[in-house]
């Protein structure tokens, strides 16, 4: 069964951090690179950032220095650490693998405003 869970999203101003969580079904998560996209209203989706099994990170140019992507292997539990967030970070926030199953969670609403 496919699990994408995403959850930690909220409301914050600029310069805030928020921690994004993303449970997922052991068969999805272990052998695969996983990833953090995000879609802001009316624009398709882009990948944030990713993460292989062995830990070999990738980062958009526009969060990089901002935000920092682990994985738990035990846990098959995927995290996104956002600091000094900025308005154009707004968007709703997935997680899945890279590249990307069909499926995709209900995401988390990430809302910077001031």
């Known amino acids: 069964q496919v699990q994408l869970v995403e959850s930690g999203g909220g409301l914050v101003q600029p310069g805030g951090s928020l921690r994004l969580s993303c449970a997922a079904s052991?068969?999805?998560?272990?052998?695969?690179?996983m990833a953090w996209y995000r879609q802001a209203p009316g624009k398709e989706r882009q990948l944030v950032a990713d993460?292989?099994?062995?830990?070999?990170?990738h980062y958009a140019d526009s969060v990089k220095g901002r935000f920092t992507i682990s994985r738990d292997n035990d846990k098959n539990t995927l995290y996104l650490q956002m600091n000094s967030l900025k308005l154009e970070d707004t968007a709703v926030y997935y997680c899945?693998?890279?590249?990307?199953?069909?499926?995709w969670g209900q995401g988390t609403q990430v809302t910077v405003s001031s």
């Open positions: 993460i292989s099994g062995g830990g070999r990170l």
């Open positions: 052991r068969s999805i998560f272990r052998p695969n690179v």
């Open positions: 899945n693998t890279k590249p990307s199953l069909k499926y």
